[in-house]
């Protein structure tokens, strides 16, 4: 089978779809962010799950970003560098939250949940260093990337406009879950996984270009 350039961005719509399904499912089974929860089965079965959700996320928006990049223009290319930081830097935190914090539970619990309640600004008065302003940039990137690339997607009229709206208003939207009880919040992500599975599974299912073939 050729490899060409659309065969590469159809299927980075499946890791789109693939990462946000992942992403909003498990919002309601995610162990809550304790030391206690870093040895239990279901993190050592959601925090690997997470870890590929990154990679699918980073491939996948870059594909969907692609595939509209002459349309999109400069607001595009503004939400789309935003959010590849944005999942690039996320990535660094579950991979510690995978790796590193399971085997430092029993020796450093202290730390751990220190590193743990940086998510919800509460670090036990562990010094982290500038790892709590790092995970507060990390939130503002994901606003307004969310904003940006949406409505970029919605103007470029390339894929779904449903979706590409659903990614502006819920990435706006998402600050109001700090009002929420924390064992509800991450319900908030839900809309925004749903928004990019959404663009994912549109990129995925169209036809097979030929414009690449010689």
Wanted: one cysteine or more.
């Amino acid at each position: 089978m050729k490899v060409t350039a659309s065969s590469l961005i159809r299927w980075s719509g499946l890791a789109a779809l693939v990462a946000g399904i992942i992403f909003a499912g498990i919002q309601p089974i995610h162990p809550p962010d304790v030391v206690a929860s870093v040895t239990t089965g279901a993190w050592a079965i959601i925090t690997p799950l997470k870890t590929a959700m990154c990679l699918l996320f980073l491939i996948g928006i870059t594909g969907i970003y692609a595939r509209q990049v002459d349309e999109a223009g400069w607001l595009g290319l503004a939400g789309f560098l935003l959010l590849i930081v944005c999942w690039w830097l996320q990535t660094a935190f579950i991979f510690a939250e995978t790796f590193i914090a399971p085997p430092l539970a029993k020796t450093a619990p202290g730390f751990v949940d220190g590193l743990l309640g940086v998510s919800y600004g509460h670090t036990g008065g562990i010094d982290l260093g500038a790892l709590p302003a790092i995970y507060a940039l990390v939130g503002v990137l994901y606003l307004l990337g969310g904003l940006l690339f949406g409505i970029a997607t919605l103007r470029a009229r390339v894929l779904p406009r449903w979706p590409a709206g659903l990614l502006a208003i819920a990435a706006v939207l998402t600050p109001a879950a700090a009002l929420l009880p924390h064992a509800i919040q991450r319900l908030a992500a839900i809309p925004v996984a749903l928004a990019i599975a959404w663009l994912g599974y549109a990129l995925w299912s169209e036809r097979p270009q030929h414009r690449d073939l010689a």
